[in-house]
Antibody
Framework: QVQLKETGPGLVQPTQTLSITCTVS????????MQWVRQTPGKGLEWMGF???????EYNSEFKSRLSISRDTSKNQVFLKMNSLKTEDTGVYYC????????WGQGVMVTVSS | DVVLTQTPPTLSATIGQSVSISCRSS???????????LHWLLQRPGQSPQLLIY???RLESGVPNRFSGSGSGTDFTLKISGVEAEDLGVYYC?????????FGAGTKLELK
């Protein structure tokens, strides 16, 4: 069956880089868009960006040049990297499948604090 | 960016009651390809969001048919015909027509 699971650090220091991996099973990354969405106390649910089935990406300009999304189809993994972290980036980060996100991971809680 | 305004912010209902949630967009969500990328999600306490309705009115597989969606352009509605206890949580509308995709602020459904 379809499964998505995010893994990443629970705590990141301000100005550092966040790296999260979304490992999927039950479908092919070459057949679906994969989105990254976060949920923060300050802004609620925010769309961060996606990687298309063909491998191209699109990002929310809110994150300017801080954000990068990539994938390794051989490992069924999608990656999020965001640098220059701020305390406001504290929240739960989700990967989700598809243009209409039909499957979501459990989310990974990230706290940005020194 | 497209702003999605959900009302009401909180909804109190009894079991079996029918309720509706409104989602109004600051721009038309009709895409040039003819689709309207307006979806509804439910986030139960402590859980990830789950897809209920996609493309305005299409019921996601496995979702009970007491859920229905309607609307066009800028005005959309989610209806629950006979609330059940498992329906409690926060409902979100989300649009995927205009980048960046955006979410409504949510409507919390509580038991009266």
């Amino acid at each position: 069956q379809v499964q998505l699971k995010e893994t990443g650090p629970g705590l990141v220091q301000p100005t550092q880089t966040l790296s999260i991996t979304c490992t999927v099973s039950g479908f092919s990354l070459t057949s679906y868009y994969m989105q990254w969405v976060r949920q923060t106390p300050g802004k609620g649910l925010e769309w961060m960006g996606f990687i298309r089935s063909g491998g191209s990406t699109e990002y929310n300009s809110e994150f300017k040049s801080r954000l990068s999304i990539s994938r390794d189809t051989s490992k069924n993994q999608v990656f999020l990297k965001m640098n220059s972290l701020k305390t406001e980036d504290t929240g739960v980060y989700y990967c989700a499948r598809g243009v209409q996100p039909d499957y979501w991971g459990q989310g990974v809680m990230v706290t940005v604090s020194s | 960016d497209v702003v999605l305004t959900q009302t009401p912010p909180t909804l109190s209902a009894t079991i079996g009651q029918s309720v509706s949630i409104s989602c109004r967009s600051s721009q038309s969500l009709l895409h040039s390809n003819g689709n309207t990328y307006l979806h509804w999600l439910l986030q139960r306490p402590g859980q990830s969001p789950q897809l209920l309705i996609y493309l305005v009115s299409r019921l996601e597989s496995g979702v009970p048919n007491r859920f229905s969606g309607s609307g066009s352009g800028t005005d959309f509605t989610l209806k629950i015909s006979g609330v059940e206890a498992e329906d409690l949580g926060v409902y979100y509308c989300v649009q995927g027509t205009h980048a960046p995709y955006t979410f409504g602020a949510g409507t919390k459904l509580e038991l009266k």
